[in-house]
């Protein structure tokens, strides 16, 4: 690796400025689990590291009314023991515990999860599907963005030069209302998701009031399968629906072949994924939900 020099700010507006002064020669590090590899290969070449360690305020899962709040230095296993969670998001701590090893989740961020954009991230499909956003800050004033438009290419996302991810706000999921998350992957510890799923069921009575299917590790960003979610609304459930629903969602996915799997395979990983989490999402859901 080439030298760098580490700068260790102790508030968000100092870390903002360090980061618009150094521009494209600086980048955020928090947990370290994606940028230290990144430097090592030589897949980034930078000459400043901007670290979040002193800040305050940043490693909290705080409840303010109905969401919960998870700063952006959380760690993955903090978020995957975390019982705030559990009680509204199994599905978040399911996606935080199935990631790599527990030294690495000891060490990862759910910031840095999200903010690396990388396609198989575990965390974002499971914050899609419950609709979550995101805290930015520049230091002198902060916006909110819904994940859904946080991501537009791998390794891509709207954060600007001088902004830091600085919080995960997750709403009330609601009553009748169950999200599952699940996976393939090749192998044991720290394995990356070969395609992956998080659906989101609503139940009203004997129908599904709405439905959502967040697709992962299947495109260049998490993406919702948008014609397999609107097939959900207003119907009976059924094994037949799911199964057509599932077939939608494998359609809608945009795979690409690589060394963990093909694009056919990735497809039909998809298909059984989905009519799992159907299942599971429906019975939980009539069972009283998240």
């Known amino acids: 690796m080439r030298d760098f020099i580490i700068h260790e700010p102790d508030n968000i507006g100092g870390a903002c400025s360090l980061l618009l002064e150094f521009g494209t020669q600086a980048r955020i590090i928090a947990g370290g689990t994606d940028l230290l590899v990144d430097l090592k290969q030589h897949n980034i070449e930078i000459s400043h590291l901007v670290s979040l ?11 303010i009314g109905d969401e919960i709040r998870i700063g952006a230095l959380v760690s993955l296993n903090e978020v995957a023991e975390s019982l705030t969670v559990k009680k509204r998001l199994r599905a ?12 690495i989740r000891n060490q990862g ?3 840095g999860n999200i903010a690396s954009a990388v396609p198989s ?21 902060e916006r909110k963005v ?4 946080f991501f537009y290419g791998p390794r891509k996302t709207v954060l600007a030069v001088g902004e830091i991810l600085t919080q995960v706000v997750i709403p009330s999921i609601g009553k009748k209302t169950a999200i599952i998350y699940k996976k393939f992957k090749l192998r044991g510890a720290n394995a990356l998701a070969v395609a992956s799923v998080a659906t989101r069921i609503t139940v009203a009575g004997n129908l599904i009031k709405e439905g ?6 299947v495109a ?5 399968a948008e014609l397999a979610s609107e097939m959900l609304a ?3 459930p059924s094994h037949n629906l799911f199964f057509r629903v599932a077939e939608a969602a494998a359609a809608e996915a945009k795979p690409i072949s690589d060394i963990r799997g093909s694009r056919e395979y990735r497809k039909e990983l998809i298909q059984v994924l989905t009519k799992q989490s159907l299942d599971e999402a429906f019975k939980r859901a009539t069972g009283g939900g998240d």
Not at 135 to 141: A, D, M, N, R, Y
């Open 53 to 63: 360690a002193k800040i305050g305020g940043l490693k909290s899962i705080t409840t």
């Open 92 to 103: 978040l701590c399911k996606a935080a515990a199935s990631m790599a090893s527990k030294q």
């Open 109 to 111: 961020t759910i910031g």
């Open 121 to 141: 991230a575990d965390l974002p499909p499971a914050l899609l599907a419950a609709g979550a956003h995101v805290i930015i800050t520049s230091g002198e004033s």
């Open 146 to 149: 819904p994940m859904s438009n």
């Open 212 to 217: 959502r299917i967040v697709l992962g590790a």
């Open 220 to 224: 260049p960003v998490p993406m919702i």
């Open 234 to 236: 207003g119907q009976i």
